[in-house]
């Protein structure tokens, strides 16, 4: 694991670098516990569906991965898959199913209509998901293989295990003028 | 079977149905002046020789640079006597407006808010004239051949949904 987390400012006092340390060590239990339990909420629109049963059921086993339970509420989802063709007349629906995930969430772009709009280059077709909600990881393909859905999965747990993961985040969420 | 159809038709309103001919597939087709459609759909329908109990499919064609523009075009079946027929209506652009054979069958509902969506074409008699496909923001009509080919519009706000058992929805509720 080398990234900028490891670079360490040359100065320390010791005690900056103890809470650095044990930090550090949380940070990687989180991030692990994390990686290997998304729980996911699929968003699924059109004919990738089929591939994502196929991902999801016996033969290819989604679960290995400890992406084992679809929920299908928001609220208890920490990866939002988004399956499909995402037209403009549906776009605020997505918009507000990522946004009552609770943080930590992730988001995968399933397909190439999820990633960039595909071939409906149209007056209909919302042009990709990242439009409306940032995308961690795109799977291209029309539609994916099963492989090729593992491999973003896989991809998405190394990107989850580099990040930086506190016990208690303190950010505040960003409130939406004119919502509770 | 369907050109006695067309026969009868003919007989009946000689002032309406005009250009018969024998369309692709062997259906029997004719065109019909817009304002006695209607006309020509109830008689349809009540005849009992006649017996049209669908209207399985009503579009509209835009034929860009043609005079009159559009056309909306009927498809009728009837299950009993095993005939069908299509009926042609010229619709000019100056006057966008086709009687309504929803009072007469009701599934054509949806494809006469369908043309009315795509083509902007207005069915005066329509219960319920709104867009069906697209949302109501959306200027234009995407289907007639002058709309632009990427004609993206902008994202749109969540709408209010209205629930029938907890009232109005999330975006309303605060």
């Not at chain 1, 037209?87 to 190439?112: C, E, F, H, S, T």
């Not at chain 2, 860009?64 to 209506?89: I, M």
Request: glycine share 8%; aromatic share 10%.
């Amino acid at each position: 694991m080398s990234g900028e987390l490891d670079i360490v400012p040359g100065i320390t006092t010791r005690r900056e670098e103890a809470t650095g340390v044990l930090q550090k060590l949380v940070s990687r239990g989180l991030g692990w516990a994390r990686k290997n339990s998304l729980w996911q909420y699929p968003f699924v629109t059109a004919c990738c569906g089929i591939e994502y049963m196929s991902v999801m059921s016996a033969r290819y086993d989604f679960a290995r991965f400890g992406a084992e339970i679809p929920r299908f509420t928001p609220r208890q989802a920490d990866m939002l898959l988004v399956v499909g063709t995402i037209n403009i007349k549906q776009a605020p629906i997505l918009k507000r199913v990522y946004d009552q995930m609770a943080d930590p969430k992730w988001v995968i772009a399933y397909g190439v209509c999820a990633s960039s709009g595909g071939f409906y280059d149209n007056y209909a077709t919302l042009q990709g998901i990242d439009r409306i909600i940032p995308v961690d990881i795109y799977i291209p393909g029309c539609p994916p293989r099963p492989e090729q859905v593992l491999d973003g999965l896989m991809l998405l747990q190394k990107k989850i295990e580099n990040q930086n993961h506190k016990l208690i985040d303190r950010q505040p969420a960003p409130v939406e003028p004119g919502r509770p | 079977m369907s050109k006695a159809v067309i026969a009868a038709l003919l007989e009946r309103f000689p002032d309406a149905v005009y250009q018969p001919y024998v369309g692709v597939g062997g259906d029997a087709c004719a065109f019909v002046q817009k304002d006695r459609i209607a006309d020509v759909c109830r008689f349809l329908r009540d005849d009992p020789a006649m017996d049209f109990k669908m209207a399985p499919y009503v579009t509209a064609v835009d034929y860009l640079g043609a005079n009159p523009r559009f056309e909306v075009v009927y498809n009728l079946v009837s299950t009993s006597k095993n005939h069908r027929v299509r009926l042609r209506v010229k619709v000019p652009e100056a006057e966008l407006s086709v009687p309504s054979i929803t009072p007469i069958w009701r599934g054509a509902d949806w494809f006469e808010r369908y043309c009315l969506d795509m083509y902007g074409i207005q069915f005066p008699g329509h219960p319920d004239p709104r867009r069906l496909l697209m949302y109501d923001e959306f200027v234009g009509h995407p289907l007639r051949k002058d709309y632009p080919l990427k004609g993206r519009q902008p994202i749109i706000p969540e709408r209010e949904i209205d629930d029938l058992f907890r009232g109005p929805g999330p975006a309303g509720r605060s």
